[in-house]
């Protein structure tokens, strides 16, 4: 059940956002249901975990692995994950070439999406370093009274001022990328954050640097 409310309220926060851009108003912390979708075909779950033309990578493009995170900017899972054992995983793994890193938005409240929007803002060349500053000042922000204010107070660093997070939050291709991002999320069974898939195999939660290590050997192995 548990599972089942956070998907509901991403969808929401993502449905809040896309209302207040498409209508030019400022959304309210909650926003219209979303319309159910016509039924389509079954998604291709295989295409989908492989790197995108819309995906940022970290990492050799050409590394046998592809690690594909599925997170939410206000999970504290995430923040630990993203903090405490992606760094060895980048030392260990990413930066000797034996391992890429897509990281795929996957909001769970409107800060969330929010937050997202403005990684994405951040540019191709300071997302990844824009994610981790996000993650590691979550205690700080998420908990402020109006946190995107606060963390807009940190992305100055990044070449962010007012004006730029403005219009950031007002774009609606911003909102479309991080509804894909979601909705991509949704297709392959993502139902709590974070979600990993290495090379197409689902790992449900944060995992420690050893079971990573472990799946990433098995995969080299073979």
Not at 180 to 185: E, M, Q, V
Request: with cysteine.
């Amino acid at each position: 059940m548990r599972n089942i409310l956070i998907v509901a309220g991403g969808l929401v926060a993502v449905a809040a956002i896309a209302f207040g851009v498409y209508s030019g108003t400022r959304p309210a912390s909650s926003g219209p249901e979303p319309t159910p979708a016509a039924a389509t075909a079954a998604p291709d779950k295989a295409a989908i975990l492989t790197v995108q033309p819309t995906d940022h990578v970290e990492g050799d493009a050409k590394a046998p692995i592809t690690l594909i995170e599925y997170a939410s900017f206000t999970c504290p899972h995430c923040a630990r994950f993203n903090t405490v054992e992606l760094p060895e995983i980048k030392k260990k793994w990413i930066d000797t070439g034996k391992v890429k890193l897509v990281y795929r938005d996957f909001p769970l409240d409107e800060t969330a999406a929010r937050a997202a929007m403005l990684a994405q803002c951040a540019g191709d060349d300071k997302y990844y370093a824009v994610i981790d500053m996000i993650f590691r000042g979550q205690g700080n922000w998420a908990t402020a009274s109006d946190p995107i204010a606060e963390l807009s107070k940190s992305l100055r660093i990044a070449g962010m001022g007012e004006s730029e997070v403005k219009a950031c939050l007002a774009d609606s291709k911003r909102v479309d990328a991080v509804t894909a991002s979601y909705r991509s999320g949704e297709q392959v069974g993502v139902d709590s954050t974070p979600t990993l898939f290495i090379n197409g195999e689902q790992y449900k939660g944060a995992r420690s640097i050893e079971e990573l290590d472990a799946a990433f050997n098995k995969i080299l192995k073979k």
